[in-house]
């Protein structure tokens, strides 16, 4: 730990840090200040950009949400029936689904939020799928939903179209005039959101200093959960998420949880050779964290080059899944105790959300699942000897097959309970670990340039697909597999698209 603390002091993870937290555009590649923090900074907190303090426009959004969720939520804003809003649609992709996504599924079993949502219902639409529109939508009635569209500049394809898909059910339920009335925005572009249909008044906007992986805590993610949950719980998940904005900023190397996970992420994934993480929370509410993650973590640090564009001499990034316990025991914990080495991130709760005691049972459901989470770190430490299973009496042929080597790196987390205070703290935990990652292998944790060639790509198919389906000619415009694979499809799709005609 002296040697990795002495290599944060090196690479100037503290000045870094300083930096993010000063407005200064450490995101270099696209010239832009990385300032997720302001978005749970409090009133009188002072986060500058470009010379201007931003909070007092965060907090502007801010009490626009709160104003406009207390309206829905309390029957007072009504559709175009006069029957009020109860069910709500999000549409958006990537980190406007995620991030959001993960939220909602921690608050849905908490106790004081499970009240506050009563029998509203929060839904997600975020592949381009037709299926998962029919998902999202099901069971649903025009009348008593709400929309919310995020996209930034609105012109993102997949979300775009979804919109376009879900204002059709509408407008065939309800007529033009109604898209207005039943739908709202999270976007910057009020031209394009005025030409949607939906009135500006009810557009929400955020900055282009919040990456799309980290703005949760933008107006993204606190429309639909504030309209779920009410504002004040999602006020206090911004809180939670605060506190360790502080800790991040103002500890010292050697007490800053994000840093110290941090280093000890390089220290796997770059010094011993680890490529991936599992992330594995022992809590069934948290089971969209390890999705999340994922993009904050992938999407950060799955870079090849350094912030001075050079190619970097070392492996950076981690390959990031999970699963909750106990359901990841069954499925690829073999590997992991047995296979290839994984360090694991353990994630645990002192008082569950609903705790079940059965008159009988040694112990109750939830420390059932706790002894789980305390034994794993301690098989992977110390794992399983020839020794010991040969005083054990397995037979000769069974011990290789039997034995653990151990000396498995994991860390384990113990959160009191799952708030929505604490659910802050654990996503801002996570966000600013990615954060020290970046700043010790010296790349661009803020950008994502690698995923624009697949979406280039993807028009010009697109266009290849209309002109080929126009002229009745075949493919011919890439390589002889996919020429190969996309004339099949477009062959064997000829009988469906009759249907629509």
Sequence with gaps: MDLLLNLATEAKVNEKIGKMFAGERINETENRAVLHVALRAPKDEVITCDGQNVVPAVHEVLDKIKAFSEKVRSGKWVGATGKPLTDVVCIGIGGSFLGPLFVHTALQTEPKCAEAAGKRQLRFLSNVDPIDVALALDGLEPETTLVVIVSKTFTTAETMLNARTVRSWIIAALGKDAVAKHMVAVSTNLKLVSEFGIDTANVFAFWDWVGGRFSVCSAVGVVPLALQYGFENV????????????????????SNIPVLLGLIGVWNATFLGYPSRAILPYCQSLSKLAPHIQQVSMESNGKGVTIEG????????????????????????????????????????????????????????????????????????????????????????????????????????????????????????????????????????????????????????????????????????????????????????????????
């Design 310 to 501: 050079l190619p970097t001499p070392y492996p950076t990034g981690q390959i990031d899944f999970g699963e909750p316990g106990t359901n990841g025991q069954h499925s690829f914990y073999q590997l992991i105790h047995q296979g290839r080495v994984i360090p694991c991130d353990f994630i645990g709760i002192i008082k569950s959300q609903h705790s079940v005691y059965l008159k009988g049972e040694m112990v109750s459901n939830h420390d059932e699942l706790m002894c789980n989470f305390f034994a794993q770190a301690d098989a992977l430490a110390y794992g399983k000897t020839k020794e010991q299973l040969l005083s054990e009496g397995v037979p000769e042929a069974l011990v290789s097959h039997k034995t653990f080597t151990g000396n498995r790196p994991s860390l384990s987390i113990l959160l009191p309970t799952l708030t929505p205070y604490t659910v802050g703290q654990l996503l801002a935990m996570y966000e600013h670990q990615v954060a020290v990652q970046g700043f010790v292998w010296g790349i661009n944790s803020f950008d994502q340039w690698g995923v624009e060639l697949g979406k280039v790509l993807a028009l010009k198919v697109r266009k290849e697909v209309s002109l080929s389906r126009n002229k009745g000619t075949k493919v011919t415009a890439f390589n002889y597999s996919t020429n190969f694979l996309l004339n099949q499809y477009l062959k064997e799709k000829e009988e469906v698209m009759k249907t629509f005609d």
């Design 235 to 254: 006020e206090e998940f911004l809180q939670g998420a605060w506190d360790v904005d502080k800790h991040f900023r103002d500890a010292s190397l050697e």
